[in-house]
């Protein structure tokens, strides 16, 4: 009697790990289908780290310089990659092939092209100095760009994002950081 009651013990404990191991391989199945896919690399972009940047020192505003003073950010021409590259030598061998490839764009003439991550309607009015006069850093609005490679959206930026921190500034101000011709030429 006890044998055959042991056999049905063991046999349910592997209906149940196999149960497990099924929710477990759908829950992933599910995840992929549903999760956004991980973002292109356009094919004209080289290989580009910004955490390998940030990491040698260099500053956010010396390849996008426009924060400072108009609406665009600007990206960095494959010129200004060179300025750097022609006299930079990469510490890790892996990495030669890649600055290769910048190098052959760069002879041929080939433009930077990436794939555009934060894009406001032409309805909308942003400029950066405002902000990055008054403090606000980099990361509150594009998140931790400094450990990405290629730069990935991290908060959705609509016109509530906008919102919630204007209605937080100093209330003399908050009229009019929260009127529609702010934002709204
Ligand atoms: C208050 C939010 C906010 C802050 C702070 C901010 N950005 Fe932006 N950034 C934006 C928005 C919104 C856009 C999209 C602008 C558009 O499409 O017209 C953008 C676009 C960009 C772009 C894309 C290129 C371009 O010219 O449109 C770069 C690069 C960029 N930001 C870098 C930075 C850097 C570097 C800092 C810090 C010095 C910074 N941003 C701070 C909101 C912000
Ligand atoms: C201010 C100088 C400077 C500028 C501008 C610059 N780089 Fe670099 N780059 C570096 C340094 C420094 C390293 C790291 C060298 C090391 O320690 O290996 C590096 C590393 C690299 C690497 C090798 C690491 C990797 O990610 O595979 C590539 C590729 C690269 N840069 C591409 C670019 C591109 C593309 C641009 C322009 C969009 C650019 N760089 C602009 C200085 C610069
Ligand atoms: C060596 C040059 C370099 C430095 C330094 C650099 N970036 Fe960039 N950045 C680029 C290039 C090239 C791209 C286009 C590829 C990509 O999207 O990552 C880019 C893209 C971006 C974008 C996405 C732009 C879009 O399409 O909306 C943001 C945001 C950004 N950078 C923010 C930063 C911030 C914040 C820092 C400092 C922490 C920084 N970058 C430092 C070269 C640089
Ligand atoms: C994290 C906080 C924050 C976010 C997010 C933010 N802003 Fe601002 N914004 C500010 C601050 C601070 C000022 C400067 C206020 C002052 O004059 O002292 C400002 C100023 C401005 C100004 C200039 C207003 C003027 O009359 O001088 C415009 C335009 C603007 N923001 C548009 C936007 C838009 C569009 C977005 C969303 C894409 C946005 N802001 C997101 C904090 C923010
Ligand atoms: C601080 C900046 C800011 C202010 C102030 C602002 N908006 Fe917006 N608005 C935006 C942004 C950014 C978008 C783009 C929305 C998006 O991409 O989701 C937008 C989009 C819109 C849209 C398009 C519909 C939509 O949701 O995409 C309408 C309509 C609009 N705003 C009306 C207004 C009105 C009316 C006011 C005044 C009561 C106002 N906005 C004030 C930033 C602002």
Known sequence: MTMPLKRLN????WVVVAGLVALVLLAGGLYALISPPAQAQPS???????????EAGTQCVFCHPGVLNGPVAGMPSVAKCMGCHQ???VSDEKDQ???GAL????????PLRWTKVNDQPDFVYFSHRPHV???VSCET????VSHMDIARPVYNINMGFCLDCHRRQAPEKV??????KTCHK
């Open 133 to 135: 006069n008054s403090g």
């Open 44 to 54: 004209q972009m080289p290989a580009f780290s910004h955490q390998k940047h940030v």
């Open 87 to 89: 006299n930079v030598q």
């Open 141 to 144: 609005c594009h998140g931790d």
């Open 97 to 99: 092939p890649d600055v």
């Open 10 to 13: 063991l046999d349910r404990k």
């Open 175 to 180: 009229e009019r950081l929260i009127d529609c």
């Open 103 to 110: 190098t052959r764009m760069w002879e041929a003439g080939q």
